[in-house]
T-cell receptor
Framework: AQSVTQPDIHITVSEGASLELRCNYS??????LFWYVQSPGQGLQLLLK????DTLVQGIKGFEAEFKRSQSSFNLRKPSVHWSDAAEYFC????????????WGAGTKLIIKP | KAGVTQTPRYLIKTRGQQVTLSCSPI?????VSWYQQTPGQGLQFLFE???????NKGNFPGRFSGRQFSNSRSEMNVSTLELGDSALYLC??????????????????FGQGTRLTVV
């Protein structure tokens, strides 16, 4: 079955430390790939997306993600987290051969230690 | 430009009742998608409307239905509410719907959601 996996339900990092959130998908072909962030009480906001081209994409708020075809992964990274990054992060994909439908991971909750 | 507006923000209903949620997309956007978000389940796709037509539907029972009006505003209805329907319901609007046209999916803008509690 088609799926998007975010293996970490919660991640705790210290402020100023680096961050990597994992995302894997199970499609044969490369889908469109997205990372969204949901801050407490807020709607979802698009951080970055990958359609084609350079496999390292830059997003807002200092985030980046790297698409690795061989690993079917699209991990989100940030070199130094800030307390305001505490939120829930969702990876999502859209298959290129389907009608537009975002398939979502279950989310990873990021907790920042002072 | 105003964002995606969902009303009401919070709702408490009892089992067996029905509920209607509303979503006003960003002006000019014609695609509205609905999602159910529950803890640990992530976002589950309910359905998508584009130009008043349902384009896609997720795996939810027929108690969940929706519609879209000519001004692109959308409503979602849940009949015969169950306790398990308690969730955050999110709506997303985007400029285009891929729908097999081969174009890239547009960026989706989300509303803040309606928190539905069924007691």
């Amino acid at each position: 079955a088609q799926s998007v996996t975010q293996p970490d339900i919660h991640i705790t990092v210290s402020e100023g430390a680096s961050l990597e959130l994992r995302c894997n998908y199970s499609y044969g072909a490369t889908p469109y790939l997205f990372w969204y962030v949901q801050s407490p009480g807020q709607g979802l906001q698009l951080l970055l997306k990958y359609f084609s081209g350079d496999t390292l994409v830059q997003g807002i708020k200092g985030f980046e993600a790297e698409f690795k075809r061989s690993q079917s992964s699209f991990n989100l990274r940030k070199p130094s987290v800030h307390w305001s990054d505490a939120a829930e992060y969702f990876c999502a994909v859209v298959r290129r051969d389907s009608n537009y439908q975002l398939i979502w991971g279950a989310g990873t909750k990021l907790i920042i230690k002072p | 430009k105003a964002g995606v507006t969902q009303t009401p923000r919070y709702l408490i209903k009892t089992r067996g009742q029905q509920v209607t949620l509303s979503c006003s997309p960003i002006s000019g956007h014609r695609s509205v998608s609905w999602y159910q978000q529950t803890p640990g389940q992530g976002l589950q796709f309910l359905f998508e409307y584009f130009s008043e037509t349902q384009r896609n539907k997720g795996n939810f029972p027929g108690r969940f239905s929706g519609r879209q009006f000519s001004n692109s505003r959308s409503e979602m209805n849940v009949s015969t509410l169950e306790l398990g329907d308690s969730a955050l319901y999110l709506c997303a609007s985007s400029l285009i719907s891929v729908g097999g046209t081969g174009t890239q999916p547009g960026k989706a803008f989300f509303g803040q959601g309606t928190r539905l509690t069924v007691v």
